[in-house]
C-alpha cells in the first residue's frame, strides 16, 4: 500500500498494514459550488492517480484527503494563524462534520475505487485564551478544520459519532472494505 501523510501512515502502523510513502503534489483548490463529498474523492483520486504514475504498476495505491464542514461551510487547512483563530472560533462549542474521501487503485491505474466516510465531532467551548494557546503550538496550521483530535486538540473534543480514523484522516473500516472489493 503506498500513502504519503505520516497522519495516515500512523494509522497503518496501527492497524498493521505494510505500505510505502510516496508524497504527490496536486492543486487542492476546490471548484466553485464542489460539495464536500465530492470535492474530498476528487482529492483522493487525483492523489492516488498521481501516485499511480510515479510507481511500477502492480501497487495498491490509496489516496486521502479530509476536510472539516461546518454550517455547510468546508474548511480545509488555515492559511494562517488568523484564520485557524477564525474555524475554531466557529467550530467551539459545536457539533460539525469530518468527511474524509478515500480512493483505491489496486495494480491498474484506470480500475480505481473511490468512496467517503462522514464522522460527526462535538468542540467544546473554547476561550480566546485557549483559541491563542493553541494556534500558538502550531499544532492547528496544518490540519484541516484547524485542530488534531490525536494531537493537543483532543482536549477540546466532547465527543464523537462515527469513525474516530476518520477524523485522525484515514477511515480503516472504509479502506479496508475498498481494497477487499477489488
Known sequence: MILSDYRRQ????????????????????????EEAASYVER??????????????AGSTIVGADT?????AEVLGKPYDGDDARRMLRQLSGHWHQVLTGVAVINGIPSEIRV?????EVKFAMMSEDEIDWYVSSGEP????????????????????????FNIVGLPVRLLYQLVTAM
Open 141 to 164: 496550521l496544518d490540519k484541516a478544520g484547524a485542530y488534531a483530535i490525536q494531537g493537543l486538540g483532543a482536549r477540546f473534543i466532547e465527543g464523537i459519532r462515527g469513525d474516530y
Open 67 to 71: 476536510v472539516v464542514v461546518i454550517d
Open 43 to 56: 482529492l483522493a483520486q487525483e492523489k492516488a492517480r498521481s501516485a499511480a504514475g510515479l510507481l511500477a
Open 10 to 33: 500512523g494509522i497503518l502502523r496501527t492497524v498493521g498494514w505494510p505500505f510505502e510513502a510516496c508524497p504527490v503534489d496536486i492543486d487542492e483548490t476546490r471548484k466553485l459550488h
Open 115 to 119: 468512496a467517503h466516510e462522514t464522522t
